[in-house]
Nanobody, 121 residues
Framework: QVQLVESGGGLVQPGGSLRLSCAAS????????LSWFRQAPGKEREGVSC????????SYADSVKGRFTISRDNAKKTVYLQMNSLKPEDTAVYYCATRLSCSDYDPPGYWGQGTQVTVSS
């Protein structure tokens, strides 16, 4: 069965960095895209970044451009989210999800369990 397992969350001070990982299994990752979403308490879930496992093309939310970098390792079936210059407003549960592509018209399919990121001094 499809499984997405996120890891790498934690507590970090403003300005710090974290790297999240999403390990996928149960499907042929090269046919899909993998996205990162996040949801803060009391807020709607929002898309953060997406990468095509087919050709490596990427997209980012405006709020994270220049600070976050998404990457992939198809051999390991893993996607990474390098988060630098973290701000308190980045605090959220971060989820990994499968999509057919990074197009806004392709909604997420399978979800991971999420990993908590807290940015606080």
């Amino acid at each position: 069965q499809v499984q997405l397992v996120e890891s790498g969350g934690g507590l970090v001070q403003p300005g710090g960095s974290l790297r999240l990982s999403c390990a996928a299994s149960g499907f042929t990752v090269g046919y899909y895209a993998l996205s990162w979403f996040r949801q803060a308490p009391g807020k709607e879930r929002e898309g953060v970044s997406c990468i095509s496992m087919r050709d490596g093309s990427t997209s980012y939310a405006d709020s994270v451009k220049g600070r976050f970098t998404i990457s992939r390792d198809n051999a390991k079936k893993t996607v990474y989210l390098q988060m630098n210059s973290l701000k308190p407003e980045d605090t959220a549960v971060y989820y990994c999800a499968t999509r057919l592509s990074c197009s806004d018209y392709d909604p997420p399919g399978y979800w991971g369990q999420g990993t908590q990121v807290t940015v606080s001094s």
